[in-house]
């Protein structure tokens, strides 16, 4: 039996986030999911009125909303963008999980593997993960009741498809082959998201 029932999500509204909320909610564990949205946010959380989620909207500027909403929970998944602000904000929500004594947190990785120096200079915006991840390790290392788990699944297929970033040209049915078409890539769809997060759970 696991011993994650409570998790605390935020960012529940967005592609990623909406993709773990459905993947918790449909999981034979019987996930309790909280959402946690902006009480200004104008995203709908599509699952709402699900008897597993509780929707709780605050000021996330405000500690004492994040400790009250993250007290009792065994995990907090956070699927945000990676931006200085969002990534601030990650920091924070860190740093009140470990406080209140949530066992396991599960950071806004969900993409490349920024431990890999190449990719990272390759993509400055990656600093940011990787300084995030950085602030994690530290917190937990004086916090030894909880842990962190990254998800690094390389980009996503389905998102990468729709908008042409692969190469692929669906309307003029068209592919670009880099390095003859012989080099590998790892990638999976948003969807698949959901049945990773619950599992890392389970």
């Known amino acids: ?6 998790v605390a999500l935020v960012g529940a509204s967005g592609n990623v986030g909406s993709s773990v909320l459905n993947g918790l909610l449909s999981s034979p564990i019987g996930f309790k999911v909280t959402a946690l949205a902006r009480t200004e946010s104008k995203s709908k959380i599509t ?9 709780v909207r605050g000021d996330f500027g405000d500690d004492l909303f994040l400790k009250s909403s993250l007290e009792g929970q ?14 601030e904000l990650q920091n924070r929500l860190v ?5 209140v004594g949530v066992k396991r947190v599960i950071p ?18 990656y600093q940011g993960k990787v300084d995030a991840v950085k602030h994690i390790k530290s917190v937990i290392s004086k916090n030894t009741g909880t842990s962190f ?12 498809l729709e908008r042409n970033v692969f190469g692929f040209d669906p309307e003029k049915r068209t592919a670009t082959l880099y390095d003859n078409g012989e080099t590998k890539f790892d990638s999976i769809n948003i969807s698949s998201l959901g049945a990773i997060v619950s599992g890392i759970l389970t």
Do not use: R
Request: negative net charge; aromatic residues 10%; proline residues 5%.
């Open 1 to 6: 039996m696991s011993s994650y029932k409570n």
């Open 47 to 55: 699952q709402e009125g699900h008897a597993s989620l509780s929707v």
């Open 74 to 87: 065994d995990a907090l998944v956070i699927c945000l963008d990676a931006n200085p602000v969002t990534l």
């Open 95 to 99: 740093d009140v999980a470990a406080a």
């Open 108 to 125: 806004s990785d969900f993409g490349s593997d920024v431990t890999n120096p190449k990719i990272v200079e390759a993509c400055f915006l």
């Open 149 to 160: 788990t990254a998800v690094i699944n390389g980009p996503f297929f389905d998102w990468g």
